[in-house]
């Protein structure tokens, strides 16, 4: 899969796809990564992108002549790519959404925008607006790297075992359960004896408790929005039962 970004910044987008899992998939050819600057596309000698927004306002705005020019560049090099722009009134990213635009198979155009946003007919092009979050960030570098980097985890070769990317956290909208190694014993903290018990039907219940247990401690509105299996049920009234007899503080 391929990966475009619209960058003013390209050294961000460069740096970050040299490491870790995503430098070694790009090593090994299972995704690439290029940038493309709309300063080469400005037509004045300052080499501007941006201008005051009309009818006035603070801050400026990225115009749409350069940015639509970097795009018909990054369609050019992938006509059958799927334009994200990266925008606080997008779309909230959720992990659905990113395994649709792993299976989709399409390579991927990013806008990044900076300043004060896009002139609204460089988002008009876009196919998707999607956001990482209710906050703003001073350009659209990083959360566009995360969404390189959740969904080339689901692209064939890119993690060690495909199981990795479907056992995490979201996959089944429950957050995930708690993990340990050896030592057994650290600092008077034991890792729970059935981890250790070689029952693996003893094992996966275990996790799948402790990982109702992790949602609804932290983030109990994506309850209503899990699969709930068979045994759920009577999982998750046996862990609300536990919850009640701990003392403040205990974990």
Wanted: net charge negative.
């Amino acid at each position: 899969m391929e990966f475009i970004f619209i960058t003013l910044f390209p050294e961000m987008i460069e740096q970050a796809s040299r490491v870790s899992i995503i430098g070694r998939a790009v090593e090994q050819g299972l995704v690439s990564v290029t940038c493309i600057n709309p300063r080469d596309y400005a037509t004045d000698r300052h080499r501007s992108v941006d201008a005051s927004p009309c009818g006035g306002g603070a801050g400026m705005v990225l115009q749409a002549g350069t940015y639509c020019k970097a795009l018909d560049r990054a369609r050019e090099l992938a006509p059958d790519a799927l334009t994200v722009a990266l925008t606080p009134v997008g779309e909230p990213l959720r992990q659905p959404r990113v395994e649709a635009l792993a299976a989709a198979g399409r390579d991927l155009i990013f806008l990044c925008g900076h300043y004060e946003g896009f002139d609204e007919r460089i988002l008009e092009r876009a196919d998707l607006r999607l956001s990482v979050g209710d906050f703003v960030l001073t350009g659209g570098e990083l959360p566009a790297l995360c969404i390189m980097d959740a969904v080339a985890r689901f692209l064939p070769g890119v993690l060690g075992k495909m199981v990795s990317a479907e056992e995490d956290s979201f996959a089944d909208v429950l957050l995930e359960y708690p993990q340990y190694t050896r030592p057994v014993c650290y600092e008077g903290r034991q890792v729970p004896e059935v981890l250790l018990s070689g029952n693996h039907a003893a094992i996966a219940r275990w996790r799948r408790k402790e990982a109702l247990r992790a949602t609804y401690r932290c983030r109990p509105e994506l309850l209503g929005r899990m699969h709930w299996q068979k045994g759920d049920g009577a999982l998750f009234l046996e862990m609300l039962e536990e919850e009640k007899t701990k003392q403040p503080g205990e974990g």
